[in-house]
T-cell receptor, first 117, second 109 residues
């Protein structure tokens, strides 16, 4: 099946630093990628929808200047958490919708667990 | 009202039991439906798609009721390894998926 690779899987950083998370579709082209955040014992919350070659669409309440999303190619989207603070500590997961796939099935990255000290 | 609602559980069942989860969705334009399984601190993994005609895969059966706007997942002969959180997903015409908060299943010996 389709594979989405996400890294780093785990990152610990100091407050005020920026962290970049990469999401790659390895064997298919992903025109659309989604970025989710999941706090402990809560559901996946959609942060933004990233479309290749255009600006990301952010969900209400998500600061676009804090969570920078770049989808420069059909196989790579990045999420940069700028000036991270402890409240940004969470599990970030990307998912991709395949170019040739019209069923709406999502392929998930392995997730990135961010801890901000 | 949340777009996709699930009973968070936990459902605590013995091995071998049959357990069923329901999930309701509010967007009548939703076209694609899925059940995902998520283990603790891991990413969700697709369990099965939900088709209008129903879908069965081994011990798992998924059904869709468009009139009442819900999908269901039935697990027969539960195994210890079935313990996880089950997420239902509804996608609309633009394929932006909406997740339920998940239903926790605990299968005990």
């Amino acid at each position: 099946g389709a594979v989405v690779s996400q890294h780093p899987s785990r990152v610990i950083c100091k407050s005020g630093t920026s962290v970049k998370i990469e999401c790659r579709s390895l064997d298919f082209q992903a025109t659309t990628m989604f970025w989710y955040r999941q706090f402990p014992k809560q559901s996946l919350m959609l942060m933004a929808t990233s479309n290749e070659g255009s600006k990301a669409t952010y969900e209400q309440g998500v600061e676009k200047d804090k969570f920078l999303i770049n989808h420069a190619s059909l196989t790579l989207s990045t999420l940069t958490v700028t000036s991270a603070h402890p409240e940004d500590s969470s599990f970030y997961i990307c998912s991709a919708l395949g170019l040739a796939d019209n069923t709406g099935e999502l392929f998930f990255g392995e997730g990135s667990r961010l801890t901000v000290l | 009202r949340k777009e996709v609602e699930q009973d968070p559980g936990p459902f605590n069942v013995p091995e071998g039991a049959t357990v069923a989860f329901n999930c309701t969705y509010s967007n009548s334009a939703s076209q694609s439906f899925f059940w995902y399984r998520q283990d603790c601190r891991k990413e969700p993994k697709l369990l099965m798609s939900v088709y209008s005609s129903g879908n069965e895969d081994g011990r798992f059966t998924a059904q869709l009721n468009r009139a009442s706007q819900y999908i269901s997942l039935l697990i027969r002969d539960s195994k210890l390894s079935d313990s996880a959180t089950y997420l239902c997903v509804a996608s609309g015409g633009s394929y932006i998926p909406t997740f339920g908060r998940g239903t926790s299943l605990i299968v005990h010996p």
